[in-house]
């Protein structure tokens, strides 16, 4: 089974539905719900649902939204750890959806912007337990980088999702990430931030493999995993760390889908990818990220974010 720790954010997401996503200036009638969502509460429903034994650490208000991230976590059999900020909101997120399942998020972070290195330390026992630690960067920057060192210092296989593009990152943040797992535009916001280089996010998927490999190598991580859309998934491994793969870089085709809704398909590879690399660990990194890949595709196909992961048994259909 084995265990994955996430630490990231918990929002209460808004969304509405429309044909068209709006311009500004302009009104469109449409669909209205609300559900639970930030990408770390949605990937530690994704790793659970995936099959790993799942904890989650985090920061909230005291709210309705606190209350509900409570309850559903003990509905998924997430083990909760939340650091309480009486004095903020807990995370929400305002999202719009088209009729192809396109979206545009704007997030105000709340408690999650509060979470503490002094929290994420005095949960060095439950980190002495994982074999992945999970992070994004929807809470504190120097919260995310205490997490990943607690996962190095277990010995856990550290994942970091360097979502959402605009958040700042620093080398040494990258530089404890035993993964990272950007889509098009996180990873060319972190080439721009880090390396120099200018490149178009939609190029990408059209990049001879060598090229693209160079470009991931140029920012000196271990395992680079950038996720395309509906053009797959690239894979670019640092000398010497194939993680039990043939070749250095290698892609993989995007899993046949009808998507509804993309909201949390990134959420949902992250999520779905460190289940599997805590399940089987000496496995080759390619089944994991095949793994992952399916997963991601098949919660396109349902409404909403956290509650849009698929479960295990759902892929076998």
């Known amino acids: 089974m084995g265990t994955v720790i996430v630490v990231g954010s918990y929002n209460q997401d808004h969304a509405w539905s429309s044909d068209e996503l709006p311009a500004p200036g ?64 807990s995370g929400t997120a305002g999202i719009f959806i088209d009729r192809a399942g396109r979206n545009i998020i704007t997030v105000a972070p709340g408690a999650n912007a509060a979470l503490g290195t002094g929290f994420i330390d005095a949960m060095r026992p439950a980190f002495n337990g994982a074999d992945v630690v999970l992070a994004q960067l929807e809470v504190a920057p120097a919260a995310v980088q205490a997490a990943l060192a607690r996962g ?20 040494a943040l990258l530089a404890l990430a035993d993964v990272l797992t950007p889509n098009e535009t996180e990873f060319a916001a972190l080439l ?32 680079w995993v950038i996720t395309l859309g509906g053009h797959g998934v690239f894979v670019s491994h640092a000398p010497g760390h194939h993680r039990g793969d043939d070749g250095a870089c290698y892609r993989l085709a995007a ?19 460190c289940a599997a690399l ?22 396109t196909e349902n409404h909403g974010a956290a509650l849009a992961m698929p479960h295990r048994g759902d892929l076998q259909d």
Do not use: W
Request: include cysteine; proline fraction near 8%; charged fraction near 20%.
């Open 192 to 223: 721009a931030r880090h390396a120099g280089g200018s490149v178009d996010p939609d190029a990408l998927h059209a990049m001879p493999a060598e090229a693209l490999h160079a470009l991931c190598q140029s920012l000196q991580a271990t395992t």
């Open 255 to 273: 899993e046949p889908a009808k998507p509804v809704d993309t909201t949390g398909a990134g959420d949902a590879f992250s999520g779905a990818l």
């Open 26 to 89: 302009a009104t469109r009638l449409g669909t209205y719900a609300s559900g639970p969502g930030g990408k770390g509460f949605n990937q530690a429903v994704a790793a659970a649902r995936a099959g790993a034994r799942t904890a989650f650490v985090t920061a909230l208000g005291e709210d309705a939204a606190a209350a509900d991230a409570r309850a559903l976590a003990r509905d998924e059999g997430i083990e909760l750890h939340a650091e309480v900020h009486p004095a903020l909101p």
């Open 152 to 171: 190095r210092e277990a010995g856990a296989t550290t994942v970091l999702n360097p979502a959402p593009a605009n958040a700042p990152t620093t080398q």
């Open 278 to 299: 805590a399940a089987s660990p000496r496995a080759p990194f390619r089944e994991a990220v095949a793994f992952a890949n399916r997963y991601a595709a098949r919660s």
